[in-house]
């Protein structure tokens, strides 16, 4: 879901670059694995990174779809001074990802300097980006301002796993050649093993391996989510934070298989041997081959499902993270931290990430045009929507900027709950509704503790508050924010709130008399507490809510209730 973060952070990257020019060379042994030659952090000097770690065999030849094998030693020492190749079809909307092969599976750690070589105590984040299970790469998100910024000792790792074609291609054939039966589902199996490794050697780098938080965003909080409901992966995480990842990313085998077809038309393959054609095939080719698939009159615009993602296939996943939740299956025993943004639909429907959703917001829109997105939940549903997102009874920002009040409606309310005519069913959106359900279910499930937010600041000179605008805000890359002291000020808070989180299961202090407000747990039925972390430009703007959007998610939860949902068409 977090194409368009590419460009958000291209100033970051440029901006930030980890290996700056420095004497200091520190180093680590992994036990059984071999030595690492790290460098300390050009912009957080007391941080050791740790990039291109290997903790799984190049996924190529027969290994491409198939389950990740442990990469075991390397040569020693290696050098572990600049990030490797991202894996393929990590770029997006024209960014180029310096360096894609299949050959990707690495990790990259941060720590502070002083913590390598002594007790291994301290707590353990590892990042899991996003980016619609489609596009993304690990060397974005450059982890050492976060380890700089945080209160507590903590470790940072960020993980590459397989995207697109390569991650979650799925078919009954491609199940014949796994152990275990799985298929489509490498990347989130990357994952784990990613998260064994860590387990089994986080040691080295003073990291505690039984006291792992996993965290993402977009995709990548909806992995966490996923992780949370797959037992294979309990025991491997203490804690687990959902930035923006609540959606309904699953689809079942049956529309994985028709996808598995559609792609072998296009890359030309014989009935005969798909498996063998396309394992013959190069990358280029492959990626050739989807975007064949989706072009205008390809034959993806065929299928009722087309979306690279996770996939239900009755073994490695018995159900979408929606319906194991909602049926009490998950991984009880954590704590959790998760939320969403303000305007999050808005990326996808300004400038030119989706124009095919674009067209469907225009800036001056009508109320006929608001009607007719929202025409298949009948006359009686629209009546009742209107009238709960009426601005006397639903919170907009005093500045609606270039887009008109029914623009505003109709953004919200995709925000909250999704809409056919934008290629979601009911319930499964990005924003605060989606997020509230799964924090009701969790908590009524057993999770011990939950923690639910709501990110509201705005970057200058702009009045939404869009998917993954929060990201740059949790790793504290404060160059973003030199024009703002209210922003670097809101930034540092939710790094350590973040922190915390990861160090206790609470992001608050044990000292109640803090200057910044104490978290309250979410508490389903009952008092529905929610943090939003805004700012002004000279401080920032931390407060409590009670039942926030509150009227608005009751509706969605009773329609959701009744079974609605609606076939999507989602193009790659």
């Not at 977009?218 to 309990?234: E, I, K, R, T």
């Not at 469907?360 to 829109?365: E, F, I």
Request: charged fraction near 15%; charge should be negative; proline fraction near 6%.
């Amino acid at each position: 879901m977090a194409m368009a973060l590419l460009g958000v952070l291209a100033f970051s990257v440029s901006a930030m670059s980890v290996f700056g020019k420095t004497d200091a060379t520190p180093s680590v042994t992994v036990p059984g694995l071999g030595d690492l030659r790290g460098k300390l952090s050009s912009q957080a000097s007391e941080v050791a990174v740790f990039a291109g770690i290997p903790f799984a065999k190049p996924p190529v030849g027969d290994l491409r779809w198939m389950p990740p094998q442990p990469y075991g030693a390397w040569e020693s020492p290696r050098d572990a001074t600049h990030y490797r190749d991202a894996c393929v079809g990590a770029k997006a909307d024209g960014i180029e990802s310096k360096g894609e092969s299949e050959d990707c599976l690495f990790l990259n750690v941060a720590a502070r300097a002083s913590g390598l070589g002594v007790t291994a105590n301290q707590s353990v984040m590892l990042w899991i980006y996003g980016g619609t299970y489609s596009v993304g790469s690990a060397k974005i998100y450059q982890p050492e301002m976060l380890v700089s910024a945080s209160a507590e000792p903590v470790v940072v790792v960020t993980i590459n796993y397989r995207i697109n074609i390569f991650g979650f291609l799925g078919s009954k054939a491609l199940s014949a050649r796994s152990p275990d039966g799985s298929t489509g589902n490498y990347g989130l199996q990357d994952q784990r093993l990613a998260l064994t490794w860590v387990r089994d050697h986080i040691s080295a780098f003073g990291g505690h391996g039984g006291d792992v938080s996993i965290f993402g965003e977009s995709a990548g909080g909806n992995s966490v989510l996923h992780h949370m409901v797959q037992p294979a992966s309990f025991g491997l995480y203490s804690k687990a934070i959902i930035e923006s990842g609540t959606y309904d990313a699953g689809y079942s085998l049956t529309d994985a298989e028709a996808l598995y077809n559609a792609i072998s038309v296009t890359a030309g393959c014989a009935a005969n041997d798909i498996v063998g054609c396309l394992l013959k095939k190069n990358s280029s080719e492959l990626e050739d081959a989807v975007k064949k698939g989706g072009a205008p009159g390809g034959p993806f615009s065929k299928l009722a499902y087309v979306h690279w993602g996770p996939i239900v296939d009755g073994i490695s996943m018995t159900g979408t993270p929606q319906e194991l939740v909602a049926a009490g299956k998950f991984n009880n025993k954590v704590p959790v931290l998760m939320g969403t943004n303000r305007d999050e639909w808005s990326l996808f429907i300004t400038g030119n990430l989706t124009p095919q959703l674009a067209e469907l917001w225009p800036a001056n829109m009508t109320e006929s045009q608001f009607d007719h997105l929202l025409a298949s939940f009948g006359e009686d549903n629209i009546k009742t929507i209107k009238r709960l997102y009426d601005p006397s009874a639903y919170a907009y920002p005093a500045d609606l900027g270039q887009y008109n009040q029914w623009w505003w409606t109709g953004m919200r309310v995709v925000t909250d709950n999704g809409i056919p005519a934008a290629g979601w069913p009911v319930g499964p959106a990005l924003g605060h509704c989606s997020a509230r359900r799964i924090a009701e279910q969790l908590v009524r499930g057993g999770t011990p503790s939950l923690y639910l937010y709501n990110f509201e600041r705005t970057l200058p000179g702009r009045v939404l508050v869009g998917h993954s605008m929060e990201v740059p805000f949790v790793f504290n890359w404060w160059p973003m924010f030199a024009v703002s002291p209210g922003s670097r000020q809101l930034s540092k808070e939710m790094t350590n709130y973040w922190v915390r989180f990861a160090t206790s299961g609470s992001p608050n202090l044990p000292d109640a008399s803090e200057a910044l407000p104490q978290w309250p747990k979410y508490l389903p039925g009952g008092d529905k507490a929610n943090l939003n972390f805004g700012a002004s430009f000279s401080k920032s703007n931390i407060t409590i809510s009670h039942s926030f959007r509150g009227a608005a998610c009751d509706f969605w939860d009773g329609l959701a209730m009744t079974g609605q949902r609606h076939s999507s068409v989602i193009v790659v």
